[in-house]
């Protein structure tokens, strides 16, 4: 099954999670937030180029890719973001649950995406400040039955001591931190947290597919919020 401009976009933009986690420790303001991107998106070429095919070393590499992707996707950051209308009510055991188990899920969809032998190369747009956080606009060129397509994926960015962390991407003007919102919300209002932790735990228990289309409900936006090119606050 040839992959989808959905998969090609979300391997793009998770792999430079990779690759930044692998990147030494940033010297803000001494390099740019675009500059980080752009030399750890190098590195990650270089890292799935030694892809290994048996079992044994497939997992040695997985785990690697586990442990590097931690060190940069602020997880922790999302989640409370995307619950900030119920955070301050939730218990220390609910907002270790949501984390830890959304951690995984996004963990897992990456692996998933290595199965693709997806082409694509990335353009680095722009870069603007928002406030506290920096937005890193860039353009990801793909093919889809042989024509070419572009997609927008823009990554927001906040330094927390020498080191730089993504808390949300941006695809086509459609925030996950907005999607994730709004998704989170309606469970909520219907199920409580722990009906929501109980969801996020059977989606992640969910037997994968190599030729699996992407979530209808994951790709597009719940609320209207997650429409708009202003990124989630």
Do not use: C
């Amino acid at each position: 099954m040839r992959p989808t401009l959905n998969k090609i976009a979300l391997t793009a933009a998770l792999s430079t999670l990779l690759a930044l986690a692998s990147a030494p420790a940033l010297a803000a303001p001494a390099q740019s937030a675009t500059d980080a991107i752009r030399k750890a998106n190098d590195r990650l070429r270089e890292l799935l180029s030694q892809k290994a095919e048996e079992p044994v070393a497939k997992d040695k590499v997985h785990q690697q890719i586990t442990h590097e992707l931690r060190g940069l996707l602020d997880i922790g950051f999302l989640a409370e973001r995307a619950l900030v209308d119920h955070w301050a009510k939730m218990t220390a055991q609910q907002r270790t649950q949501v984390q830890d188990t959304l951690r995984a899920i996004v963990e897992k969809n990456y692996l998933n995406q290595l199965r693709g032998n997806l082409d694509y190369t990335t353009e680095f747009a722009a870069e603007e400040k928002q406030e506290s956080d920096v937005l890193v606009k860039t353009i990801i060129h793909a093919k889809k039955n042989g024509r070419a397509s572009k997609i927008l994926v823009d990554y927001r960015l906040r330094a927390e001591g020498d080191q730089w962390h993504i808390f949300d991407i941006i695809t086509e003007d459609v925030s996950i931190l907005a999607n994730y919102r709004g998704q989170f919300n309606r469970i909520i209002a219907k199920d409580g947290v722990d009906g929501l932790i109980a969801k996020m735990k059977a989606k992640l228990d969910k037997p994968d597919k190599a030729d699996d289309k992407p979530d209808d409900k994951a790709a597009k936006p719940d609320d209207k919020a997650a429409k708009t090119a202003k990124p989630a606050k």
